[in-house]
């Protein structure tokens, strides 16, 4: 039975048992999510700017969150309703139209935009002291699994986590992926990382991605982390992470220090399973591809980010090392790595790549002007492996967000984000803006 048939059994069961008990009832809450989202993303360097696209589309995401019924072991559910509507996406990916769509929504056999899409997920959950369990819809915020809320409607994974904080200061977790729900699509798909291939019409991809970590807060400023995850048939990763919060004068200090050592699991390590598509990503070809490689891989960062009264200032650094990309949870339908490098468009993480980055923010506050935001990065990417020389990129980013304090409206938000990327790496150069209208309705 899929994780997904099963948790829904077992909330029905609570539900019609427990939802009359105290705290099922009185400690829930459910909100309903409006997001207004234009796309717009203009290729260069290639015939007649193909591949660009425009889109627009209304998303409603509703949530609902349970409280825990009375005793020894409480018992609730969760449930969350996507639904996303077209209001324009142009162009068609099959006729040689140079708009193509598929950015924020599925697309039709005939290659255009569907009309509207949606998905919904129930989580069962259990908790018994400061242990809780959930069975069913996840959406993991964690350095080895992070889903992808990046688009018009976020990521759903199914599976299962347990999360524990029976010992002060020591937050342990562990669980297990079995599929996903891209951003842009309603249908369950297997997991897999960039590079995996379709061999004789069948996907290489596995339902089994396993995960385990410890959050451990030495002090108020001091955070140590630990994670494991496995992928099955493709990979292996260990992550050590260090933040740390130092007042320095009329401001204040954060480290941000990531570390992570993947290696090859099962038919990746093979020649031959690498032959059937289990592969990663390594350097690029004389033919500006991509390679198929053995995932081998190092990856290191450092983030500083010093803050006074309205402004941040912050500076990091990132190394790759090994024949391999770093590997990550990846559907090649939107997806967030926990990097220091993964922004608005590019992600920096090509085998052998370093990657130097710079960013500025300012709060308006400061001025009399509060909920409006502004952010500026820069990044520069370079000694990515290839065929013939390494190779090299850049990425700008500008972001302002702006949020009303007050008034019936309260807490409508709007976020413009432009961003250029350009290199000679085997992605297009391109320039990309987005426009963003949301706001949450509480309904309990």
Do not use: C
Not at 168 to 192: M, W, Y
Not at 274 to 279: K, L, S
Not at 400 to 409: F, K
């Amino acid at each position: 039975m899929k994780i997904q048939s099963l948790s829904a059994a077992i909330a029905l069961g609570l539900l019609a048992q427990h939802a009359t008990a105290a705290g099922f009832i009185e400690d829930s809450k459910a909100s309903l999510g409006l997001r207004n989202f234009y796309y717009d993303l203009n290729t260069k360097n290639t015939a007649d700017n193909r591949a660009e696209a425009n889109e627009w589309g209304q998303g409603f995401i509703f949530n609902y969150a349970s409280g825990f019924t009375e005793g020894t072991v409480g018992f609730g559910l969760d449930v969350v309703g996507l639904l996303g509507v077209k209001l324009d996406s142009g162009g068609n990916s099959q006729n040689g139209d140079s708009r193509r769509p598929g950015q924020l929504f599925p697309l039709e056999s005939n290659g255009k935009a569907v009309d509207d899409f949606s998905k919904a997920g129930v989580t069962a959950k259990l908790r018994v002291s400061k242990t809780e369990a959930r069975i069913g819809t996840l959406q993991p915020k964690l350095p080895v699994v992070n889903f992808n809320d990046g688009r018009l409607l976020p990521q759903l994974f199914d599976g299962g986590q347990v999360t524990s904080a029976e010992i002060d200061n020591l937050t342990l977790i562990a669980g297990q992926l079995e599929h996903t729900k891209t951003r842009a699509s309603s249908n369950d798909v297997g997991l897999r990382i960039a590079g995996a291939a379709s061999v004789g019409g069948v996907q290489a991809d596995s339902n089994q991605f396993r995960y385990a970590g410890a959050d451990y807060k030495v002090s108020k400023d001091l955070l140590l982390q630990y994670y494991y995850g496995n992928l099955e048939d493709f990979y292996k990763q260990h992550f050590l992470g260090l933040t740390h919060s130092w007042a320095i004068g009329p401001g204040a200090l954060k480290t941000d220090l990531r570390y992570f050592h993947s290696d090859s699991d099962g038919k990746n390590g093979s020649v031959a399973g690498r032959a059937e598509g289990y592969r990663g990503q390594g350097e690029i070809t004389a033919a500006n591809t991509v390679s198929g490689t053995e995932v081998d891989n190092d990856t290191w960062s450092a983030f500083l980010t010093y803050t006074l009264g309205g402004h941040a200032l912050s500076g990091g650094y990132q190394q790759i090392s090994g024949d391999s990309a770093f590997p990550f949870l990846n559907q090649g339908d939107g997806s967030t790595a926990y990097l220091i490098t993964d922004r608005q468009i590019g992600k920096f993480l090509s085998a052998g790549e370093r990657t130097w980055l710079a960013e500025y923010s300012y709060d308006f506050a400061k001025l009399g002007a509060p909920g409006l935001k502004a952010f500026i990065t820069y990044l520069s990417g370079d000694n990515i492996d290839a065929v013939g020389g390494d190779r090299q990129e850049w990425e700008r980013d500008v972001r302002l967000d702006y949020t009303l304090q007050s008034g019936a409206l309260k807490g409508l938000g709007f976020s413009w984000r432009n961003a250029s990327l350009r290199g000679n790496t085997t992605a297009n150069d391109q320039d990309e803006n987005r426009f963003i209208v949301s706001y949450t309705l509480t309904l309990l």
